[in-house]
DNA sequence: AATATGAACAACCGCGAATAA
DNA sequence: GTTATTCGCGGTTGTTCATAT
């Protein structure tokens, strides 16, 4: 007998998700907060499994997302970071506040894996592939781990690759199409960096300080997040602004993220409106 | 213009760890 | 201590888009 499938799959939705779907997750938890990932679905609305939402919201949604490409330094610390930690790639995302190990993954795998080898280094133990073979029994029992960026050897200056982030970029900027609507993603990019403002300002830091007592042992997301920032508002100040900046967001969103026959979610306005 | 190929990234799957019952 | 449940992680696959032929 195997291991159970994590939700009852039948009648779920797979496969890339809809503006709405987004719009219901977001609203869901920014108003209720994580305190089980199985039950958010249900609660929120979505034919979804909860493993799927807590992707969803990691991945894509979390408001303290950093999008775009990579730098050059970017890269370099994770490369460096791979060499020390492997394929650790959650431990690797905790050094990139706004990075998910999936981004992390996907642009190792895409790219950073590439350059390396155009280099001449093997992107697994990051030492240079011609002399693998013959160093590998006695390299290893003195670095297992030996980084690039140690011996005068292996200290290669690391450059972006041609154009790099640049597509990607113009892919995250561009319009973005789901289910025969297309919609500007400039708009909602801006409309997070709009929050992310906010949030560094003033309230992200109260709400996640909230989902850290709420969730306990449960992690809301890879990275950390500063608190420092609300540190200086009291407890008044930082509440009233804090649904104020909220308030406007979500809003906001719903006037982004609408479309012909999509309904706003009454229940989650309703819901922010009690709590003013 | 149509097709093939490759790159980039979102999402899924399965496993192990942590926790609850 | 054992079993069941949930979560988080890493590997992998699927989809979309851009570029080359």
Request: net charge negative; with cysteine; aromatic share 6%.
């Amino acid at each position: 007998m195997g291991r159970q499938p994590c939700c009852d799959k039948v009648g779920l939705k797979r496969g890339p998700w809809t503006i709405e779907e987004d719009h219901k997750l977001m609203n869901f938890i920014l108003n209720n907060g994580i305190h089980c990932w199985r039950s958010v679905p249900k609660l929120a609305g979505l034919l979804r499994c909860g493993k799927s939402c807590r992707l969803r919201w990691i991945n894509y949604l979390r408001p303290d997302l950093k999008r775009g490409g990579f730098t050059e330094m970017e890269e370099d610390q994770i490369i460096e970071l791979h060499s020390g930690l492997g394929n650790r790639w959650s431990k690797i995302a905790s050094h990139f506040p706004g990075r998910t190990d999936n981004e992390i993954k996907n642009h190792w795998n895409t790219r950073i894996k590439k350059r390396l080898k155009l280099l001449g280094l093997d992107p697994v133990t990051h030492k240079p592939i011609e002399q693998k073979e013959n160093t590998d029994e006695n390299t290893n029992k003195t670095n297992p781990h030996p980084s690039i960026f140690g011996g005068s050897e292996e200290n290669v200056e690391i450059k972006s690759l041609e154009n790099g982030g640049t597509k990607e970029m113009a892919k995250t900027e561009g319009k973005r199409e789901e289910n025969n609507k297309v919609i500007n993603w400039d708009d909602t990019s801006e409309l997070l960096n709009n929050f992310e403002m906010l949030c560094s300002k003033l309230d992200l830091g109260s709400w996640m300080m909230s989902q850290e007592t709420n969730t306990s042992t449960n992690s809301l997301c890879s990275s950390s997040v500063s608190m420092d920032d609300t540190s200086h508002l009291s407890m008044d100040e930082s509440s009233y602004l804090q649904e104020n900046s909220l308030q406007q967001w979500v809003d906001s969103m719903d006037s982004i993220l609408s479309w012909d026959g999509f309904n706003p979610l009454d229940q989650d306005i309703l819901f922010l409106e009690n709590r003013e």
